[in-house]
C-alpha cells in the first residue's frame, strides 16, 4: 500500500494528518505570521475589473508588490521575502 507520505510528500502527509481543529490552529498561527510581516487581507488589484482605475494609488499594493513564500525549516512554517517592489532577488538566496 502506498503511504500518505510517499504519494503528496512529507508536509502534506502531516497537513492531512491531522484533525480540522488542528489544520484550523496552524491556518490560524500562519496568517498571524503573515499579518505581523506587514501582510494584508485587501483584495488584490483586478486590472481587468471595469472598476479599476490606473491612476487611483490604492489600485497597487502597498509593499510595491514584495513576494512572500511559505518555507519550512525543522518543522517551522514562515514566510520568507523573495523578491524587492523592483524585482531584484532577495540577498538571501
Known sequence: MISAKELVGEEWAEWYSMTPMER??????????????????D??????????????PQSFPIDGGRELRLVRRNGVRTFELI???KGKQDDNH
Open 24 to 41: 484550523w490552529e496552524e491556518s490560524g498561527k500562519l496568517w498571524e505570521m503573515y499579518l505581523a510581516m506587514g501582510g494584508s487581507l
Open 83 to 85: 523578491s524587492d517592489p
Open 43 to 56: 483584495p488584490e488589484p483586478d486590472p481587468q475589473s471595469p472598476f479599476f482605475d490606473p491612476d487611483d
